[in-house]
């Protein structure tokens, strides 16, 4: 479950922004996960909670935003979303894609105090 080295991270950097500007708790941490970042948010929202205690994160919540893939079709040029890895243009249905947003995970927000 790489999830949890995920939290891991994301409980390290928080943090240390937390220290950097004066603050004694971490409140809410916000993310944005794409569809293609191939993590469970289910899990990542589990290990969260586990993971947090005895931290300046203990009593925070986490928001996870999620965004879709968003794909550009070789053959045809549209652009298309999906919310899985699903790589078939709908509108001519070539597997020539590429990705060009949604495998991102990124943390957009800290609310301390």
Known sequence: MHEASIVQEIIDITTEQAKQNN???????????????MI???????AFDIMKYETMLENATLKINKVNL?????????VFESNKMVMECPNCHSFETIIESGREMLINKIIAE
């Open 23 to 37: 603050a004694k708790k971490i409140l809410e941490v916000e993310i944005t996960v794409g569809a293609g970042a």
């Open 70 to 78: 968003k794909l550009h079709c070789l053959n045809c040029g549209k």
């Open 40 to 46: 469970e948010t289910d899990l990542l929202a589990s």
